[in-house]
């Protein structure tokens, strides 16, 4: 609703702005100074919120007891460019019963903070849900220093995911403060982290571990950038790109997986160079016309099955890399793949598990139409 009349500044009219808002049941209202630009001081409590300010939750005196309650009140403000909004939780273990579910339309504007040195020291535990749902469309300027702890592993527990954006968002999950240390832990849903549809997120440093599924999962065009972080102890894959997504791994270490420890599959690519890939069932595994690049720093070693396999059109660059103690070979590649790993350190190459007969470290063609240039 917009209200404008005819006066002068000689004739001005006069107008009961709270009869106004009684009448057209006004919640959020906005007047114009005479420039026509938005003057926060004529609103009594105003919804805009132009400087800087930090909600407490959690500490003694502090503004709210949780962070959807912060949420809620934040819902009702508009937030301009100048200001940014920090909801600082103190330290402590917070339940929740449902997910936090992020909704605001300047989220741009917004930082939730716990303990950025210490994520273990502010736990957010969703025994029966979700944790922090990013809904489409909205950004959020910064997530971190907390620990979100599920309860996947539970009989009849719901299917649930630590942080999922849910497309055509930017979120940030890394504060660069200059420490290399996680500054987001998520553990014990069935999914870690997964972004879907279009998002980007950046969770560089991120541990996701525990989850009965994947730790961190790219979707759907999705993009992720998981330098330097740690995937460990999950149901199947430890990092997953699929269907068109992007994933940047870098420096990254996967371990101790029920699948696979670097996976990428359905037309995606999987960056993941210097990373470390073991103790899974295969190291890294190409699948459907994916693409992986990892490099002479990269190695994967003592996983039960492969170490490097690509499948399906897939390829996957990997001069240099070390792939040992492999549990069947350190190297495949089926159906029209190619592995290129010049100069690997490996005990075999297998081109066609099927017959059982390219294991020669001198033979470049399988009976599938797959190479591997070494």
Not at 44 to 54: F, K
Not at 284 to 295: D, F, K, L, P, Q
Not at 323 to 330: H, L, P, Q, R
């Amino acid at each position: 609703t917009h209200l404008q009349g005819n006066g002068t500044e000689l004739n001005p009219l006069t107008l009961n702005v709270e009869q106004v808002k009684t009448d057209l049941e006004l919640v959020n209202f906005v007047q114009l100074n005479n420039s026509g630009k938005i003057d926060v001081s004529l609103l009594p409590e105003t919804p805009i919120i132009q400087e800087n300010l930090t909600l407490q939750v959690g500490a003694p005196m502090a503004d709210f007891d949780d962070i959807t309650s912060a949420l809620t009140w934040l819902k009702q403000k508009l937030i301009l460019p100048s200001a940014t909004v920090t909801i600082q939780v103190a330290a402590g273990t917070y339940e929740h019963a449902s997910p936090i579910i992020f909704d605001h339309p300047n989220g741009d504007r917004i930082e939730i903070l716990g303990d950025v040195d210490e994520p273990d020291n502010v736990k957010l535990y969703f025994p029966n849900s979700s944790g922090l749902e990013i809904a489409y469309g909205r950004n959020l300027r910064l997530f971190a220093g907390f620990h979100l702890q599920g309860n996947a592993h539970a009989e009849g527990s719901p299917s649930s995911t630590g942080v999922w954006a849910k497309g055509n968002n930017n979120v940030m999950l890394f504060p660069d403060n200059g420490s290399g240390s996680a500054k987001i832990k998520i553990s014990d849903f069935t999914w870690g982290l997964y972004a879907s549809l279009g998002a980007f997120v950046d969770a560089r440093y991120i541990h996701s571990f525990n989850n009965t599924n994947s730790g961190i999962s790219a979707y759907r065009n999705a993009t992720i950038f998981a330098q330097q972080s740690q995937s460990y102890n999950n149901g199947y894959h430890g990092y997953r790109s699929a269907w068109g997504a992007y994933m940047h791994a870098n420096n990254a270490r996967s371990f101790e997986n029920g699948s696979v420890g670097f996976y990428a599959s359905h037309g995606s690519t999987l960056q993941a160079q210097e990373s470390e890939s073991y103790q899974n069932n295969y190291g890294y595994r190409a699948w459907g016309n994916a693409y992986m690049h990892i490099n002479n720093a990269s190695s994967a070693y003592d996983n039960t099955n492969m170490g490097i396999r690509a499948d399906l059109n897939s390829f996957i660059y990997a001069p240099e890399t070390t792939a040992i103690n492999s549990g069947t070979v350190d190297i495949f590649a089926n159906y029209d793949s190619i592995v290129h790993v010049n100069d690997g350190t490996c005990e075999d190459f297998t081109l066609d598990s099927i017959t059982g007969n390219q294991n020669s470290t001198t033979d470049q063609i399988g009976t599938r139409g797959s190479y591997i240039i070494h």
